[in-house]
């Protein structure tokens, strides 16, 4: 009988920082599509400055956040390669590290929107197959895009964006049960996304 192949989901992100929509995502995708692990990658530092929150914070929060789940992990992929991240980049690296892998890129539906547009989007489709999961306050357009490219997830609808988390936290309001517990306190001692932070890395 031929043998399963290894089916690894991967998950880009700037998760600046990584919330609970981002852990349900990839835990309802790998328990649809059966898949044996799904890994996290935080995006590099963006070329130029924009206010993102430095890569070694983001990948430790992300770290944190997939600690207790046996099949999530986290990749430094993105982090480790200079210059800007493209999606392709990340496929190439995944494709050449695991060659017998079947791969799935999740995303969530606004990022669908203009993917037709991201650099060399017909290699992506051949590398990895995209699964594009529901978001509250965003439609998902699939113009342009066949079944045997994108498959798309209904999951429990979480509305909470990365933005309104940094926001909460630099007004002074609490982000309790929106990110993962270790990734509430990793924000307090690190005293990220207050007006007065002080960074150490
Ligand atoms: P920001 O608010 O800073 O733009 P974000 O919350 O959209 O951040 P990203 O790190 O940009 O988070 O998202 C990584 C991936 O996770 C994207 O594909 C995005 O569409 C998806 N995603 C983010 N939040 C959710 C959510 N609540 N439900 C489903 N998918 C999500």
Redesign the pocket.
Known sequence: MAERRRRVGI??????P?????L??GSEVAQYFDLDEVYYV??GNPYKKTGVTPAEHRYLMTVVATASNPRFKTSRVDIDRPGPTYTVDTLRDFHRLLPDADLYF???????AQILEWKDAEEMFKIAHFVA????G?DLDLTGLSPEQVSVLQ?P??????????ARVRSGMQVWYLVPDGVVQYIAKNRLYRPDQQRSL
Do not use: E, K, Q, Y
């Open positions: 998950m880009g992100g700037t998760f600046d990584i919330h609970n929509g981002h349900v995502a935080p995006t999740i995303t969530g539906a606004d990022a669908m999961v529901t978001r509250p965003h999951i609808a979480l509305a909470i964006s990365s933005t309104d988390c940094r």
